[in-house]
């Protein structure tokens, strides 16, 4: 929504010194629903919505904090792309 750097950076350090994972995670939330799901008003589409936002701030969370399975997925990703790399050409 045009923020910035700044609202981003001040966001993840609220995220990140939250007394708890849930508060941490209810302020993902809001940060999800006030951008992307403001709009939406129809019963069954707001279960899906609140489900997928439910996932969404708990891969978030677990991103952010580095925990597992999340915690190395960035090398994961580099040694698979190594791999990729020699993989012959037919």
Known sequence: KGRGRAFVTNKVSEIWRASDAETAKTLIV???????????HAQVEDDKAERHINKVSQWFYATLKKQAPWGNWTRDIYDAMRCIDHLPIP
């Open 30 to 40: 809001e940060v999800l629903r006030e951008n992307f799901y403001q709009n939406h």
